[in-house]
């Protein structure tokens, strides 16, 4: 009556997905491979609403305020690729309308297949930062993009 491997381990589980290789896509704008991502979600604020129930007891209820949606934030090594760049110089330059793009992340399992995407409308580079160089550092350059959006959902 010992117990065996199959009754300790389930193994009908799916395993959770593996993320390290991010794309962002925006609509010929920036396309490209990116280190880390962070800002794939959104929020609502709270609003607190401070009654006395029936007892005579206060109570503080928390109801829904405002949705918003967290700004998105990627990485990668530098390279001679300007397009972030050249993106972030139109709102620079006070074209935000003609900045403004629609756009995805999506992750991609070890064998390159798409297992999720974020799509995101509206967006538009809101920073910018490059590679902090140091002569005694063995490390490669990042750069960063932030990007303010005014939609994200999870399709797959």
């Not at 979600?41 to 709270?46: H, I, K, L, M, Y």
């Amino acid at each position: 009556m010992g117990t065996t491997v199959n009754q300790l381990v389930d193994t009908s589980r799916e395993d959770p997905l593996v993320g390290f290789h991010f794309a962002l896509e925006i609509q010929g704008v920036v396309t490209g491979y990116f280190t880390e991502c962070s800002g794939l979600g959104s929020e609502n604020e709270v609003i607190e609403h401070k009654v006395v129930n029936e007892k005579g007891v206060e109570v503080t209820l928390k109801v829904p305020g405002r949705l918003k949606w967290e700004n998105i934030v990627v990485k990668r090594g530098i390279t001679s690729n300007m397009d972030i760049w050249t993106w972030r110089k139109m709102v620079e330059d006070g074209n935000v309308q003609a900045a403004r793009h629609d756009g995805s992340i999506v992750m991609f399992d070890q064998t390159l297949t798409e297992v999720a995407r974020w799509n995101f409308e509206n967006a538009w580079p809101l920073k910018v930062t490059g590679p902090q160089p140091k002569a005694d550092s063995n490390e490669i350059g990042v750069e960063e993009l932030t990007i303010a959006h005014e939609f994200i959902e999870r399709v797959n």
